[in-house]
């Protein structure tokens, strides 16, 4: 079979992880990269042999890649990937989706429209240890989940990270756009469940134009309620995921991996290793990823990770900056009562999931903002 060619638009770290990527995942190959900054796109292009572009419309129109991958400032994802869709090139666009619901939908149609992949490179879902974890729920190893507590520290002082990520123009946000989004990513995808309602606040230190510090509190269908906590706070490096169940609780830890921990049986009170963590997991997850857009691309199966799911996590972001904004709980619904802010506009049932909600919406809050449920 004929390799697939892919062509890199931003040759950043995360470029050059699709870039070892693809040398070790068969029968896909770099063809092309491009980036704004001439040495940048050279460095990479010249370690695969392949063509070196400023532009990416020049690569589009080169001929040269049937499919990309889109890794530049988060505000630039729409217009590329509109433009990729245009060429009919299929699109590996990284997480965020975008830094709107507008966005989102915009880049959804063209490419349905186009008949392209669409996949969103939300990495958490290719990680051994995530992997190991969702396959435990699948099990249904801790019985059905009552709650998820997930926390992240990051580093957000000037002179840590390229400047626009200071800039919500081009990066839609701090630290909950960039690190919050791979929180509420597994939330979603390992709960199946949609949320219903959100409380948030945020954090400005120093005289930073984006958040630093956000904690959030989301209630979802089912029962299920979730705590996603991102700080810049200075502490040591921690990400750590804890799911609850009725029987147990399912832990993934960076410097650990997962562990299972019975609650009820013969095994109780004995954690279990479900997958250690290994150096190699980051590039690995890459390769596994890159390899299922490659099937998707063939057309030898759907996308595992869909533009709805890369849609769905924008909107809870979206809702987690509305309440912070706010100080009020917001809740989704399928009312027509837009708030305050730029996204309006939230998500349907794209993926009713694991937990189906089998409650009525309650009756109208004076305390909460009511946001509708976009169709994608």
Not at 144 to 152: S, T
Not at 252 to 258: D, L, N, W, Y
Not at 341 to 363: A, K, S
Request: aromatic share 4%; net charge negative.
């Amino acid at each position: 079979m004929t390799d697939i060619r892919l062509g890199l638009i931003g040759a950043g770290a995360v470029g050059v992880l699709h870039a070892e990527a693809a040398h070790r995942a068969p029968g896909v190959r770099v063809a092309a990269v491009c980036d704004l900054l001439p040495a940048t796109a050279q460095a990479v292009a010249s370690s695969w042999q392949a063509a070196c572009f400023t532009d990416h419309q020049a690569l589009l129109a080169s001929g040269l890649v049937d499919a990309v991958v889109v890794n530049t400032p988060h505000a630039l994802h729409r217009d590329i990937v509109l433009d990729c869709a245009a060429a009919g090139v299929h699109i590996l666009c990284e997480k965020p989706m975008a830094t709107t619901v507008e966005d989102c939908l915009a880049m959804t149609r063209a490419c349905a429209e186009a008949g392209v992949v669409l996949f969103i490179g939300h990495i958490q879902h290719f990680l051994p240890p995530m992997a190991a974890a969702r396959t435990a729920l699948d099990d249904g190893a801790i019985g059905p989940l009552l709650m998820v507590d997930d926390r992240r520290s990051t580093d957000y002082r000037p002179g840590t990270r390229p400047s626009w990520f200071f800039d919500p123009a081009v990066s839609g946000g701090g630290v909950f756009m960039n690190i919050g989004t791979h929180c509420v990513d597994r939330l979603l995808w390992l709960t199946g469940a949609q949320v219903r309602t959100v409380s948030a606040s945020a954090a400005h230190r120093e005289t930073h134009p984006v958040e630093t510090d956000v904690l959030a509190r989301l209630e979802l269908t089912g029962g299920l309620v979730g705590h996603i906590a991102v700080t810049s706070a200075g502490l040591p490096y921690h990400d750590e995921l804890v799911l609850i169940g009725e029987r147990g609780a399912i832990k993934v830890s960076r410097g650990t991996g997962a562990t299972l921990h019975p609650y009820t049986g013969p095994g109780a009170g004995t954690p279990v290793l479900l997958a250690a963590e290994a150096a190699t997991d980051v590039p690995e997850a890459f390769r596994r990823q890159l390899l299922d857009f490659a099937a998707a691309v063939r057309g030898e199966r759907a996308p595992s990770v869909t533009a709805d799911h890369g849609l769905r996590v924008i909107e809870v972001v979206t809702a987690v900056y509305r309440s912070c904004a706010t100080g009020r709980p917001t809740r989704f619904g399928a009312g027509l009562v837009p708030g305050p802010g730029p996204n309006p506009g939230l998500n349907p049932g794209l993926n009713p999931g694991l937990n189906p909600d089998p409650d009525p919406e309650p009756e109208a809050d004076p305390d909460l903002e009511l946001v509708p449920r976009s169709a994608s």
